[in-house]
Each structure stands twice: as C-alpha cells, then as structure tokens.
C-alpha cells in the first residue's frame, strides 16, 4: 500500500528518462558492470525500501516548513565546503531535476539531471542506529504513548528528540553525518547530491517516518516492535511477581520474601491501578462581572477596560488549567514572559474596541497606527514577530555571510534579480516598496511600504525565496 505520492519501491538505477541515453558504464546509470545490474534487477525491491515518486518544481517555497525538515537542510549546509555547489543544487531542485527518491535505511539515493540533461546517481548516507541504540530508542517512545500518537500524526515533537538525546540517541543529523557519494566524481557533496538533500527535506515534512527509515526501521517494523514493547511491560511485571510469590522458579533471584526489584516496581507502573481521574478544566472562561451600576467607579479607573481585562484574565486562567492537567503538560515548557509593551499588543489583538486600544497604545508608548502595525506584526508572529517589526539589528558576521548567501540564492538563475539594497538585518528593493527582514531566530519575513512606513506582509519563513514569492505576489 502505497501514500500519495509514493510510489512502488523500486530501484532508481532502473529509471528512465523519455528520448535519453543511460549515461552508465555498459548502459547501466549507475555505472555497474551487467553482472551486478542484473543481480540488482533480480533482487526486487529492498527490503523497508521506499520510494517517491519526482517531486514538482518547488519555486517560490522553503523547501521544509517542519522544525526537522530545517534540522537536515542545516545539517548539509553546516557540511558542505562549497557553498557554490548548494547554490547550484537549490536550482536543481527547485527546477524539479531530481528524479524519484529512494529511501532505505542507511541510504537515499536518486538520478539527478544537469540543465545540460547529463544524468548522475547521487547517493547520501546515514548512518544506521546499531541494535542497542533502537532498543534505547524504543525505550524512549514506549515511555511516552504521546510520543507514539505524535509519529503516527506524522509529527516529531522536539521533546521525543530531546529524550532520544538524553538516551544517547542522536535522530536528526549533524554537521558531517551526511555523506555524498555521487556518479560525476565529486569527493564532497555536489550540486547532484546538495539537490537530492534539499529534496528529502520536502519528504521529512510529510512524514518523519523517513528519517527512522534512514536510522534502520521502517514503520511498520517500528509500530510492531511497539506494540510488543508495550504488551511485554503489560505482562512482563505480573509474570514475574507471581513467580516470586510461589517460590521464584525460573529465576534463582526471586525468593520468598525477598521482595522486588526496584527495576521491576519501577517497571510496573504501566499496570497499576491507576490514579483518580483528575478533574476536567471547565468548558468556557467564567462570566466577568458587571461593575458599576449603583456604585460609581474609583477615580482614573474605566470600568468596561476593568471588565475587558477581568475577562482576558479569566481566559488566560482556563487556558493554564487545561495545560496543567493535559497529559503532555510536563512536556510544554512555559511561554516567555512578556513585557508591558509586548502585552499591550497582545491584548490590542483581541480587538477591545476603540477606546481599549487608545488607552493600550498611550500605555505602552505608540499611536493608534503603530500599534495597529504590532498587532499584525503580533498575529504573524507573535513576540519574535513584532520584534523584527520593531527591532534594528546586525547579525554576527559568519551569520550575515550565511544569511546573504541564502538571500542570493533565492532567485533562480535567468530570473531578473532586484537590486538590494542591505542595511543590518534589512533588504530593501532600490527604488521599490518591498523589503525581506532577517530575524534574530534566523527566520525571513516580508514587508511592504505602506503610507510611509514599512509593514509586514506574511508570515516568516526559514528560506528567503518564499517570502519574496509573498512580495512577488503581491506585486
């Protein structure tokens, strides 16, 4: 059974480009002799072997919008010595030249063509995870039944990797995990393989189940081990405290009276009875009061922004309540807290009214105007959003050098670039009203020139060519 956009395994060496040659030693694209071709030929398809189909040209967009997506294009970019060459494998993969991507543990490999239609296999390693470290890995996602809802929601939240970590376990790669190997020659990534890593991004955004394949297991493989992970904890502790309590056969260990193993208690959690329930988090914030009335309000205080925040209070309220009893709640860590001014606009975009929002505006030192600009900066955004709104700020000269390199990267070869004009974290359009920003998460965000003043335009992206496609759009 197939996913969209997946297609029957199959072994890219066997693709065919219409009307061209296989560029291969003896006719094989891969460059092996007959003998080992026809071996490939006769194995079928590898076993956990997965393989999808040629993605589209993906001009105008990041190449991955997930946090783990970002995490391997870092990896390649934090890797590779030549910059021209990921430059060069951006365009072939955003022109759509990386064939069908084939991925199996260890490895993901695809036939990758030059605009002058010479073909290449390009290969990218990872190394596999050995027996001990799935076993710790299963571990710390058996440990976790929201860990397993999050993979099979296509999900990877950052805690399952920060427990992995702590395991011992390294999921995502890092600088130097990812090797090339490469049909032309090229001894460190190439544009051939730098497209083929920036192409698997777009597959790790779908489904992260491919980046445990590259690890050594495929999903059902995983979800098995799981689930016979999870019966054996179920049976395992209530096996063996009855073998205990009739004398320990099978196990010189377990004698009468000498209790159980911490091990063992510890283990047993899974099948004790379980704690009450705690209460459910009510439904809907409380109703605010109705002040004033037949008692007038104390000087300087506005009884319908007393009430507006009596009511934001209470919503707030609900909202913590709900996290604290949620079962994931040890693993959400606490938001920023936010300064008067950043709460201003937080409370501006729930959209108090006229009055509300004058008296939030003089209350943190901006007009009507501005503040109406935080609030959109705010939506987009939140706090690290209307920082980039309001924050003038230079980059660190290896993070400049980078950002620009990406931002130069962002138009395709043959496209009319405009002319930048750069100022700290700022990329202005000479003589035009669009503008790319830089923020400190090293995240793109689009602005436009609007009465005179710069606005934002979109939300952030982690490649600057997708917010330019917002700019060019709405140009």
């Known amino acids: 059974m197939t996913r969209p956009g997946e297609e029957q395994a199959m072994d890219p060496a066997q693709e065919r480009y219409p009307d061209e040659r296989d560029p291969g030693r003896d006719g094989n694209p891969d460059g092996r002799g007959p003998a080992q071709a026809r071996h490939a030929d006769d194995r079928g398809p590898a076993a956990g072997e997965r393989t999808f189909g040629a993605l589209p040209p993906a001009r105008g967009r990041a190449f991955a919008r997930s946090w783990w997506g970002q995490a391997w294009i870092k990896a390649l970019e934090d890797t590779a010595l030549d910059n021209g060459q990921l430059k060069l494998g951006r365009r072939h993969a955003r022109a759509g030249a990386v064939g069908a991507v084939s991925v199996r543990p260890g490895r993901i490999t695809a036939i990758v063509q030059d605009r002058d239609h010479t073909r290449h296999r390009s290969d990218v390693l990872l190394q596999q995870l050995g027996a001990a470290g799935w076993d710790r890995l299963l571990d710390v996602v058996a440990d976790r039944a929201g860990h397993i809802a999050a993979l099979l929601d296509r999900d990877m939240p950052p805690v399952l990797v920060e427990d992995a970590s702590a395991a011992g376990i390294e999921l995502l790669p890092g600088i130097g995990d990812l090797e090339a190997e490469c049909s032309c020659g090229a001894w460190d990534h190439c544009a051939h393989t730098a497209a083929l890593c920036y192409q698997l991004a777009r597959l790790l955004d779908q489904d992260p189940f491919v980046l445990l394949l590259l690890r050594g297991r495929g999903e059902r493989d995983l979800l098995d081990a799981l689930q016979a992970r999870s019966a054996a904890r179920a049976e395992g502790p209530a096996g063996g405290a009855g073998a205990a309590s009739r004398g320990g056969d099978g196990d010189g260990d377990k004698r009468p009276g000498s209790g159980v193993p911490a091990a063992e208690a510890y283990a047993a959690r899974d099948i004790l009875p379980s704690l009450p329930a705690a209460p459910s988090p009510v439904a809907a ?8 009335g037949a008692t007038p309000p104390a000087p300087g205080v506005e009884v319908a922004a007393l009430e507006f925040l009596i009511g934001d209070a209470a919503a707030r309220a609900r909202g913590l309540l709900a996290d604290a009893l949620s079962a994931g709640h040890p693993d959400a860590p606490l938001p920023p807290e936010l300064t008067p001014a950043q709460d201003a606009v937080r409370l501006a975009a729930a959209d108090p009214g006229e009055a509300i929002s004058a008296r939030l505006a003089a209350g943190s030192g901006r007009d009507t105007r501005a503040l109406a600009l935080a609030v959109r900066a705010w939506e987009l955004g939140g706090p690290a959003g209307l920082a980039v709104l309001e924050e003038d700020w230079t980059p660190e000269p290896e993070e400049l050098t980078r950002a620009t390199g990406r931002l130069a990267a962002a138009w395709e070869e043959g496209e009319i670039r405009p002319r930048l004009r750069a100022t700290r974290n700022r990329w ?18 689009p602005y436009r020139r609007e009465d005179g003043q710069w606005a934002p335009a979109g939300p952030a992206t982690d490649d600057p060519a997708g917010a330019w496609a917002v700019l060019s759009a709405e140009g």
């Open 428 to 445: 202005t359009v000479i003589g035009g009203g669009a503008q790319l920003r830089y923020g400190r998460d090293g995240r793109w965000r």
């Open 285 to 292: 914030p409380g109703v605010p009061p109705v002040l004033g």
